[in-house]
């Protein structure tokens, strides 16, 4: 079965930091851009950060650019997004997903999608 699946969210309070991960099973993730996007309740989907295939190029959103960090793991097929100095706004449900590139940030990807991860930062 062709898919990819997120995990690492939880509860962290503010300044803490998590790890998420992006597991793709039926097909080489290396071969693929893969984007991280996020969603609060009420708000539209926003990419986050994305990472292309090949060169490895990396594009991150202001809002986190300095705290995160996108990286490849090809040997176990994943992909992580690891998340520092973590703030209240950045509580949402994220998600990975894949493409042929990384499109213009305002852009779905319009691959594989996992069921995402919720992530909640509070004190």
């Known amino acids: 079965q062709v898919h990819v699946v997120e995990s690492g969210g939880g509860l962290v309070q503010p300044g803490g930091s998590l790890r998420l991960s992006c597991a793709a099973s039926?097909?080489?993730?290396?071969?693929?851009?893969v984007g991280w996007f996020r969603q609060a309740p009420g708000k539209v989907r926003d990419r986050v950060s994305c990472?292309?295939?090949?060169?490895?190029?990396?594009v991150y959103a202001e809002s986190v650019k300095g705290r995160f960090t996108v990286s490849r793991d090809n040997v176990r097929n994943m992909v992580f997004l690891q998340m520092n100095n973590l703030k209240p706004e950045d509580t949402a449900v994220y998600y990975c997903?894949?493409?042929?590139?990384?499109?213009?940030?305002?852009?779905?990807?319009?691959?594989?999608w996992g069921q995402g991860t919720q992530v909640t930062v509070s004190s």
């Open positions: 990472i292309s295939k090949g060169d490895g190029n990396i």
């Open positions: 039926g097909f080489t993730l290396d071969y693929y851009a």
């Open positions: 997903a894949t493409d042929w590139r990384c499109l213009d940030s305002d852009q779905l990807m319009r691959g594989y």
